[in-house]
DNA sequence: AATACACTCAACCGCCTGCAT
DNA sequence: TATGCAGGCGGTTGAGTGTAT
């Protein structure tokens, strides 16, 4: 049954490389490639390493492509972004970072782009999970809205009432900008939490897996959403196996979801990214009813 | 100059899932 | 079908380095 032992944990060398060791590492791979077997592979290269060492190594710091040095104002953006509307999934976060690893991202994440985060748009230092982070935004979103126009949320219209995401340079890219970005990567499975007893100066993103059961999507005229009938299956689920994609139970629970906001006309079948364009959006929210959008990728 | 404190990031740890046996 | 390893992941740790006092 089963494999043989992957090491002896034992005896292998553990802490920092050496630079003997990465030359052997690198000209080891170089050469013959992994062969697709990380556990053989120290040995085969002269090393007494663990082969998760190894390959920890290899992908993380050694690997070619691998980009060092800051971080580019584009790259805490896109971090922002995914990291609101995914959470802390380094790797499929890293996928739109090339030469960038999960390890970096996240050690970027932990040590400064949080902090910076922090010290602006008053968002507490408590408050910097996905969930609370879109609420805190959205939030913004809200009051903006209900401040500045007391009797429509047209006030939508106005772009510069989306909240905003700062940047190193001072300029603000809107959470319109945000969502839409971020759609591509959206599944059901990842969205934030419900608010039920929204009302309509409420702003809230909907997870579907609760809506079947507790929430009355009648009674919620303030939501607007753009979506799909099909979920969309991104290159990242893909790559990411079965830690990504969308269930069977998980895609009967989000159809119902849809299916409510279609009976009460609040679902507006496009995918924003790809049909409409930011003004297009913003006239569709003028014009209807609705004081919050949802993006369903 | 010495010490304490803060920060960074490479590396480890434990868990989960898929696959080979 | 059951078992257990390999690969991959996110969370955490701690040595090394930088900065403040």
Known sequence: MGRTPCCDKANVKRGPWSPEEDAK???YI???GTGGNWI???QKAGLKRCGKSCRLRWLNYLRPDIKHGDFSEDEDRIIYHLFTTIGSRWSVIATQLPGRTDNDIKNYWNTKLKKKLIGTNNVSSQNTTPHGLLSHFLQISSTNSSSSSSSSPSSYSDHSNFPSFPNPNGTFSTLLD???FSSTLLN???LISTNNNTSQDQTFIVNPNQVQNNYD????HGLLVFGRDQASCSSSDAEYGSGGGIGVEDEKKRMSFVKQFHDHEMWME???LMDYGLEEIKQLITSSSCSNVFLDG
């Open 188 to 190: 059901p499975t990842n």
């Open 178 to 180: 945000t969502i839409s």
């Open 25 to 27: 590492l690198k000209h």
């Open 217 to 220: 999507v009648k009674s919620n």
């Open 30 to 32: 170089q050469k013959h």
């Open 270 to 272: 496009a995918s924003p």
């Open 40 to 42: 053989s592979l120290p």
